[in-house]
């Protein structure tokens, strides 16, 4: 583990903590959130979100200017939230996201919402439904990830109540994509697990319907906000992107949870299924156990022959590295160097690079507070030599100058068609993963004009 050697930041992994709970708002139903902020924290997010979808997604802005900028704008996240209200009488949750600016000059956002409880909604809008939630998510610290972590925990906190138990299991997915969503539902159904799936994107692949375009929503209810109090259990696929939301849960609801492993690659979804048996009493059907079999099959296919030895660099959210260089290691390749896009401090105490500070056998650098220039000087200074790089879009222009294969993972990936669609969880998204791995290296022979017989074919 290391730190980055520069201050400042060339060409950022991610972006900021207001895009995070942007991200959990998309995933709710009947949802809007209020970006507290200039204009463009909101449409540059929704540009990121269209480039990686496809889709359309709602999201306003208080749209502050100069003078608000200086003086305060409480005024406008009234203003926002009477127009959003009126024009949209389906909306019954409003998150109030704030921003660099306005963590800046100290607006006031909790007054703001029991100014607008006790007047607004309660004279104008006595009939509807409404919920404002404040999230606190300032663009100067932390990244879309913390910003991610910290509006689940706000969801769950406004929402979670305690009734009866209703024998579910809280699914905390992280960012992720409609893809993984379905792979894990169909494990879920498989296991005849009930399970809470938060937050909701599988129905961000939206139809194009004979009445007319239909604007993406996800499919978390309130009710489904409200039961996670409820619940047997809460699982966390993510360390960094739901963790606050079960601690939470299990400190004024008694929830137990487990946080963890992300379920990329064979022995982290081994694990994933036996916290699903441990938590549930479910048995693993033999169902599965043929799916993980297929899965082993497809990878035994590639492994030695095409993988062995191969030097891998990794960058984007931190979990999703993490879960990925596992998997490489399991499948005989070198990740040789991992980027974590933010300074959060719990990484070096994370269990799992502990455990690759203790097994790993080979050179591997881990660089908190990573940005994609840390990639592109290793690279032109030959500090380090790559078969593949494993990342986002962002990272495309370092592949392309430096002649090295890259497999776009992450988000946001917006030069490959459909990716969203497929998982990178489950056996079947290791399946998937270990074989676009393998294309994409092959691929780069034939540009490189690499001829048969490096891939031992006779």
Known sequence: MKKKERSGIINPIFTCQPAGAQYVSIGVEDCIGIVHGGQGCVMFVRLLFAQHFKENFLLASSSLHEDTAVLGATHRVEEAVDVLLMRYPEVKVIPIISTCSTEIIGDDVDGVIRKLENGLLKEKYADREVHLISISTPSFKGSMVSGYDIAVRDFVKKFATKTEPNGKINLITGWVNPGDVTALKHLLSVMEVDANVLFETESFDSPLMPEGDAVSYGGTTIKDLESTGDAMGT?????????????????????????????????????????????????IPQSLVRERGVAIDALTDLVHMFFADKKVAIFGNPDLVIGLAEFCIDLEMKPVLLLLGDDNVNYSNDPRIKEFEEKVEFDMEIVENADLWDLERRIKDKEVELDLIIGHSKGRFIAMDNDIPMLRVGFPVYDRAGYYRHPIVGYAGATWLAEEMANVLFTDMEYKKNKEWILNVW
């Open 235 to 283: 699982i966390v696929l993510n360390r960094y992107e739901g963790k606050l939301a079960a601690d939470f849960l299990e400190r004024e609801f008694e929830i137990p949870s487990i946080i963890g492993p992300t379920p990329i690659g064979i022995r982290n979804t081994d694990t994933f299924l036996n916290n699903l048996k441990k938590m549930s009493g479910k048995p």
